[in-house]
Nanobody, 121 residues
């Protein structure tokens, strides 16, 4: 069974920090690209950060550049999102996403259930 389990969400004041974790099982994590997405009430789900499998190249949404950092630990099958200098507009449900490929190059995508991040004073 494929599973992506997020943790680390919660309530934080503006300017504070949180570290989200996503632990994967049921597929080959080390060869999969991993990403974080978020969805605020009434808004479309958006890509926040992405990290590739081999070279660990990253990219970020403009709104979080310089504040968020994505990383991965293949030995633990875990991807992280370090969130600093948080703003109220960062409030959303954050979802972990995996993109894997089989030997034919076919792609398979998996979503976690999400973790709530609330930035408020």
């Amino acid at each position: 069974q494929v599973q992506l389990v997020e943790s680390g969400g919660g309530l934080v004041q503006p300017g504070g920090s949180l570290r989200l974790s996503c632990t994967a099982s049921g597929f080959t994590f080390s060869s999969s690209a991993m990403s974080w997405h978020r969805q605020a009430p009434g808004k479309e789900r958006e890509l926040v950060a992405l990290i590739t499998s081999l070279r660990r190249r990253t990219n970020y949404a403009d709104s979080v550049k310089g504040r968020f950092t994505i990383s991965r630990d293949n030995a633990k099958n875990t991807v992280y999102l370090q969130m600093n200098s948080l703003k109220p507009e960062d409030t959303a449900v954050y979802y972990c996403y995996a993109l894997s490929r089989d030997s034919r190059g076919h792609e398979y995508a998996y979503w976690g259930q999400g973790t709530q991040v609330t930035v408020s004073s």
